[in-house]
């Protein structure tokens, strides 16, 4: 089992994982319009953290970090029908924060959730209190009425992964 984020970079290997992760969304994000999901997921601005298992996709997120505001947008995240509730989902979240933290240098995030997913983003530490400043997001994030937003704040100092395993 792999956690490896990619962004569109080109290279073949990487653009069969990121077409397996946008066919997930598609499938488990159905008020997503599809060519809405395959614009962002290609974007060069996103890069998508994703769970590999014997070189096929089973999961991931799509974000895009805002350097210079040290914040990341969340914009989908799934896994495959078959494989949700295993614990993928929160793996998957610890291998983006950590990167984000480390490689992005991103203090938070902010996703618009979807109503039945909130339960899954409060369990990894979001909540619906936006304690951020509005001048580092406001005019960053899109507008989406579809979700309620919500925040993350990252631990600067917590290893969220352990690297040795
Ligand atoms: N509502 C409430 N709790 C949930 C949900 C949910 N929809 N999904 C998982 N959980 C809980 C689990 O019960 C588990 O709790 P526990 O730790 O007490 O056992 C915990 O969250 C983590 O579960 P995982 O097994 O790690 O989660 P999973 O691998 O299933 O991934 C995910 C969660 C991504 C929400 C997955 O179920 C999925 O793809 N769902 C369909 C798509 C979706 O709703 N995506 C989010 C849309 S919002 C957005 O993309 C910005």
């Not at 946008?22 to 601005?45: C, G, H, S, W």
């Not at 793996?91 to 979807?114: C, E, V």
Request: net charge positive.
């Amino acid at each position: 089992l792999k956690f490896l984020c990619y962004s569109n970079d080109g290279v073949d290997e990487h653009m069969i994982w990121l077409i397996g992760l946008k066919n997930i969304f598609a499938r488990q994000l159905p008020n997503m319009p599809k060519e809405y999901i395959v614009r962002l997921v290609m974007d060069r601005t996103h890069k998508s953290m994703m769970v590999i298992r014997n070189n096929i996709v089973v999961g991931g997120i799509t974000y895009r970090p805002y350097a210079s505001q040290r914040f990341g947008e969340i914009a989908f995240c799934a896994i495959t029908a078959d494989e949700q509730v295993k614990g993928y989902g929160t793996r998957l979240m610890n291998h983006l924060k950590q990167h984000a933290r480390d490689a992005d240098g991103l203090t938070h995030f902010l996703t618009y959730a979807d109503n039945n997913a909130v339960g899954y983003f409060v369990k990894q530490g979001f909540t619906k209190e936006i304690t951020l400043d509005k001048e580092r997001w406001q005019g960053y994030i899109k507008d989406y009425d579809g979700g309620i937003l919500m925040e993350c704040k990252i631990d600067q100092k917590l290893p969220y992964v352990d690297l040795a395993t």
